[in-house]
């Protein structure tokens, strides 16, 4: 009598699966760039990861950037996205740096105590990225002014918020994605809508290095 | 032979009724070959022992999301074991604590895009209590339960809150045969079965657990006292 119990329950136990919780479309906001005449959607694709990031070792940014990485690594549960810091920038799919943007074309944010932009390099007309992206971020006031290192760290989570592919801003001020951020981290709406982002075929391919 | 037997066997074959397909014979040899290794060879009862094995473990599927199409699995592992089997009394049963060692990467399978991707390694550990027992000769039965310790190699995904451990159920058999009067060559096979979760899944709303199968084949030695 036991032993077909026992049986049973093996079974059972094997053949359970875990329940998925669904994504709806009240949950995440537009991330895809319809404002060029065609959508855009834009992730890394697995086979080039870990995302390759420069920083300057000395730059006064670099914990930020390890601090954006770590927090949107995190919101993915099967590796996604992954970034790793680099020393050579030649070899860099994403450059950072502690200056105003020398492009100027590309997305950016304005804090009272900081500033930062991001350019992906799409080229809609080819339907590519050409590497390495530029992420600037700088501050606008002086290090003494205090809001400073809260301006960067929500400027650099937002601003790799775009190299991960978040094409578009957020309308919701409780988004670290909202165009003028406040929220310091990643919410639970930011979360779902990178991994929506990451569920869906690219229409963006990778050009340059690699 | 005989005269009158070179006048007749001929006739003789022929009557007879023919002989076995000579594969019969050959499978009903192996067969009593494997029957007699089985059951013929001395049983390893109510005796202490220390076992030291190695083999491969093979895991089921750690994560289904049914909603981001996505697989996440541990590749064929390597394995290493230490048991210790103690009689439980006079009769031929023993009470067997075990513990695996068996580490391997960490696959997540995209099945959307058809990818497959390596996320750093992943190390278990089980550590089992099971009861063992004759079934014929020298095979013999365990089933008990115990713990799975889970290590991955970086705080990340679904084990973004670091190791995480669940209790598990493992039944199998083990084959013993004699090399010296106290040492034996011991294969054993086991499957084991576990629920999967951990705190990141149940934080992010993930109902239930995952049904988890583990199969190993081990081959080492025992040391009885």
Known sequence: ?210 | MTAACWRYCERWRRDLTAPLVRRHLRRMRRLLTAAMITVGTTPLAAQTGVQLTAGVTSSGILVTDGVLRTKLRPAIAPTIGIAIAIPTGKGPYRAVLAAHYSRSSLRVTDTDFGTTDDLGTLATIDALVMAEGPIAGALRWQFGGGAIFYRPSANQGVFLDGPTHRWLIAGGLTWSHPLSPHLHLVVDGRVDSHTFTTDVLVARHYAGAQGVQRFGLHAGVERTF
């Not at chain 1, 954006?68 to 099967?78: D, H, K, P, S, T």
């Open chain 1, 1 to 210: 009598m036991r032993r077909p119990l026992l049986g049973m329950l093996l079974v059972v136990a094997a053949c359970g699966t875990i329940g998925s919780p669904l994504i709806t479309s009240g949950e995440v906001y537009e991330f895809r760039d319809v404002e060029r005449g065609d959508t855009i959607v834009f992730h890394w694709p697995r086979a080039d990861l870990p995302v390759r990031i420069w920083v300057a070792s000395d730059s006064p940014i670099r914990s930020y950037v390890e601090t954006a990485i770590a927090r949107w690594q995190a919101a993915f549960l099967y590796g996604e996205f992954r970034a790793t810091l680099v020393t050579d920038s030649t070899i860099a799919d994403v450059i950072v740096r502690n200056t105003p943007s020398d492009i100027g074309n590309g997305l950016n944010r304005r804090a009272p105590q900081c500033a930062g932009e991001t350019d992906p390099n799409i080229n809609p007309a080819t339907n590519t990225a050409r590497l390495p992206m530029h992420v600037f971020m700088y501050a606008v006031v002086s290090d003494a002014i205090p809001g400073l290192a809260s301006c960067y760290a929500v400027t650099m989570t937002h601003e790799f918020g775009h190299v991960l592919g978040l094409l578009v801003h957020s309308p919701s001020l409780g988004d670290v994605m909202f165009a003028d951020p406040r929220f310091d981290g990643i919410s639970e709406r930011d979360r779902l809508t990178a991994i929506t982002l990451y569920s869906i075929a690219p229409t963006i391919t990778l050009t340059g290095r690699r």
